[in-house]
T-cell receptor
Framework: QKEVEQDPGPLSVPEGAIVSLNCTYSNSAFQYFMWYRQYSRKGPELLMYTYSSGNKEDGRFTAQVDKSSKYISLFIRDSQPSDSATYLC??????????FGAGTQVVVTP | DADVTQTPRNRITKTGKRIMLECSQT?????MYWYRQDPGLGLRLIYYSFDVKDINKGEISDGYSVSRQAQAKFSLSLESAIPNQTALYFCATSDVGPGLAGISTDTQYFGPGTRLTVL
């Protein structure tokens, strides 16, 4: 079983809608969570990171962690076609190695 | 110029051939990584290196080897390629994050990837 699980999608939304992405993790020791964005034919790039529980906002993006249910979320407000990409959640395990989810493909249609 | 470059970007080869994928970085990072990405499986770590004299196996190192020729260069070799090694391969580098209660908070910077097809 993977330590980080993520629905691969694709998730298709109209422009302007809120995109909601979710991951679950199994290791209760995870404390630091990242979201990477990967455009087609490109490598992943760090989008946001957050510690422990709670919300973190960065412009149109909000990262949320619920440690009690081992659930991490990414919300994209006012989605744009340029947000079309694959989004990967990740967390370093106790050996410092990043555990990635499979990635969710998001398509924002004009 | 890109900070992390990979060559080749695309490669088609035949079963049994030896293949080398190369990675170079100008970010000045000591830590470098090789991952493969498969649909539905995400990114899986093959090998990593924390400095020129340090090489470590990741979760799927069988069938692969690496060489850290310099701080800026990290190569991945497939000694005898097989079809199930068909995948997208990424090199990454990282700086050392501040850490959180002993947990690494490194940010990883990825190259553009190499698409490898083994027939």
């Amino acid at each position: 079983q993977k330590e980080v699980e993520q629905d691969p999608g694709p998730l298709s939304v109209p422009e302007g809608a809120i995109v909601s992405l979710n991951c679950t993790y199994s290791n209760s020791a995870f404390q630091y969570f990242m979201w990477y964005r990967q455009y087609s034919r490109k490598g992943p790039e760090l989008l946001m990171y957050t510690y422990s529980s709670g919300n973190k906002e960065d412009g149109r993006f909000t990262a949320q962690v619920d440690k009690s249910s081992k659930y991490i979320s990414l919300f994209i407000r006012d989605s744009q076609p340029s947000d079309s990409a694959t989004y990967l959640c990740a967390s370093p395990n106790s050996w410092g190695k990043l555990q990635f989810g499979a990635g969710t493909q998001v398509v924002v249609t004009p | 110029d890109a900070d992390v470059t990979q060559t080749p970007r695309n490669r088609i080869t035949k079963t049994g051939k030896r293949i080398m994928l190369e990675c170079s970085q100008t970010k000045g990072h000591d830590r470098m990584y090789w991952y493969r990405q498969d649909p539905g499986l995400g990114l899986r770590l093959i090998y990593y290196s924390f400095d020129v004299k340090d090489i470590n196996k990741g979760e799927i190192s069988d069938g692969y080897s690496v060489s850290r020729q310099a701080q800026a260069k990290f190569s991945l070799s497939l000694e005898s390629a097989i079809p199930n090694q068909t995948a997208l391969y990424f090199c990454a580098t990282s700086d050392v994050g501040p850490g959180l209660a002993g947990i690494s908070t490194d940010t990883q910077y990825f190259g553009p990837g190499t698409r490898l097809t083994v027939l």
